[in-house]
C-alpha cells in the first residue's frame, strides 16, 4: 500500500491512521506544487483530482477524499477500535465528525491560506469558522477514545498558526491538540511527514 503525502497538509489524518494502525505502507511525497512525486511521477496520473492524499493499494486501486481513505484503512483493522461498528449510533456519529471536518473546518480553514482574497472574504471565512470551532470547544468530549476523525481534526486545527491565528483562544482545543501531538503514532507520523 503507498500513501501520497504532501507535508503539513490533510495527507497527515490517513499518516496518523495508517501508524495508529500499524499497517505496512510506503509514504511517497508529492510536491503539491508542481504536481511530482518524490520517485518521479506525474501525480495526476496517479490522482487525476491533484490533490493529497491519495492511496494506492496493492491491486493498484486508488482510494481518495480523506473521510474515505480513513474509513478504507479502519476497515482493514476494524478491531483496532478507531471507528465504532458500522450500523451503531456512535459510527454515525463518526461519520457527522468526518464530515463536519470535512465541509466546515478544512476548507475554511484552507481558504485563510490565500492571503489574496479580499480582506472582506478572509474576514466572513474566519468569523464562521470561529462559529464552527466554538461549537467544537463546547463539544470537546475527553472520555471518547481516539479515532479517525481525531486524526483529521489533529492535521486541520494543525494548520491554524500557519495562517495567523492561535488554538489559545480555545483552550480546551489547544489542550487536546497538545495531547494529541504526544501520542506515539502521531509522533511518528509527523516525522516520516519531515524526513
Ligand atoms: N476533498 C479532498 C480535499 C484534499 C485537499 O484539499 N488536499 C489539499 C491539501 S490539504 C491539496 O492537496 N491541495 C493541492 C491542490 O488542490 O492542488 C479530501 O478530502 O481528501
Redesign the pocket.
Known amino acids: 500500500m503507498k500513501l501520497y503525502f ?1 507535508p503539513n ?3 497527515l489524518a490517513s499518516h496518523i491512521v495508517l501508524e495508529e494502525l500499524g499497517l505496512p505502507y510506503q509514504a511517497v511525497k508529492v510536491n ?1 506544487q508542481t504536481k511530482r512525486t518524490a520517485d518521479d511521477q506525474d501525480y495526476l496520473t496517479i490522482n487525476p483530482k ?4 491519495a492511496l494506492v493499494r496493492d491491486d493498484g486501486e486508488v482510494i ?4 474515505v481513505i480513513l474509513q478504507y484503512l479502519d476497515s482493514l483493522k476494524p478491531d483496532a477500535g478507531l471507528a465504532p461498528p458500522a450500523g451503531s449510533l456512535e459510527r454515525w456519529r463518526l461519520l457527522e465528525r468526518l464530515n463536519f471536518i ?1 465541509s466546515e473546518l ?1 476548507p475554511k480553514v ?1 481558504l485563510l491560506f490565500n492571503r489574496d482574497w479580499p480582506e472582506a472574504v478572509l474576514h466572513s471565512a474566519r468569523e464562521k469558522l470561529f462559529k464552527r470551532v466554538d461549537y467544537l470547544e463546547g463539544h470537546l468530549d475527553p472520555q471518547r477514545p481516539f479515532d479517525l476523525s481525531d486524526a483529521y481534526l489533529f492535521a486541520v486545527l494543525g494548520w491554524f498558526t500557519r495562517v495567523g491565528l492561535s488554538l489559545s483562544q480555545w483552550p480546551r482545543l489547544h489542550s487536546w491538540h497538545q495531547a494529541t501531538a504526544q501520542r506515539p503514532a502521531v509522533q511518528r507520523a509527523l516525522a516520516a511527514q519531515e524526513a
Open positions: 504532501a497538509t490533510c495527507s503539491n491533484g490533490y493529497v492524499a481518495t477524499e480523506a473521510p470535512g478544512h484552507a
